[in-house]
């Protein structure tokens, strides 16, 4: 993340534009860009201040209205989906997205972990068994693997 240019620039540099000199002339005194010290003169004639704006901050959301209704939603339903709720919502008069709401509850400090059950609910792609060893046994062009090795 950048970092504001510090007071004592700032004032060096509104004071050599105050005494008379361009934007551009400033920009190449101080080793700074001219869209720089166009904008601190602005602010600066606008305001009266020299101070940088602040950066960062709370950001709105849309589901913070809405906190309520969703916690209770989860603890009504363990395994209610993001895309349940994002219907729900969207009956309610809120359309988001379903990864919204999932990064909703992670800023809430909520994280969602997968059961020791449901974990391998599919099938694999090449079933393991005789019939699959002794094809690959018998390929010609199967690659040869090296022995295993220790390493210290």
């Given at each position: 993340m950048t970092k504001s240019y510090s007071l004592d620039l700032r004032r060096r540099v509104a004071r050599l534009v105050e005494a008379g000199h361009s934007c551009h002339a400033a920009a190449r005194h101080f080793d700074v860009s001219v869209a720089f010290v166009v904008r601190l003169m602005a602010a600066y004639r606008a305001t009266g201040s020299l101070a940088p704006k602040p950066e960062g901050g709370w950001r709105?959301?849309?589901?913070?209205?809405h906190r309520e209704f969703l916690l209770q939603r989860v603890a009504e339903k363990g395994d209610i989906t993001m895309p349940?709720?994002?219907?729900?919502?969207?009956?309610?008069?809120?359309k988001v997205m379903p990864a919204s709401i999932a990064?909703?509850?992670?800023r809430q400090g909520y994280s969602f972990k997968?059961?020791?059950?449901?974990?391998?609910?599919?099938?694999?792609?090449?079933?393991?068994?005789?019939?699959?060893?002794?094809?690959?046994?018998?390929?010609?062009?199967?690659?040869?693997t090296a022995p295993a090795r220790l390493s210290r």
């Amino acid at each position: 993340m950048t970092k504001s240019y510090s007071l004592d620039l700032r004032r060096r540099v509104a004071r050599l534009v105050e005494a008379g000199h361009s934007c551009h002339a400033a920009a190449r005194h101080f080793d700074v860009s001219v869209a720089f010290v166009v904008r601190l003169m602005a602010a600066y004639r606008a305001t009266g201040s020299l101070a940088p704006k602040p950066e960062g901050g709370w950001r709105y959301s849309k589901l913070d209205p809405h906190r309520e209704f969703l916690l209770q939603r989860v603890a009504e339903k363990g395994d209610i989906t993001m895309p349940q709720l994002a219907a729900e919502l969207a009956a309610r008069g809120t359309k988001v997205m379903p990864a919204s709401i999932a990064r909703w509850f992670i800023r809430q400090g909520y994280s969602f972990k997968k059961n020791a059950a449901g974990q391998r609910t599919r099938t694999l792609r090449c079933a393991p068994g005789p019939r699959s060893l002794a094809h690959k046994a018998s390929a010609p062009h199967a690659p040869r693997t090296a022995p295993a090795r220790l390493s210290r």
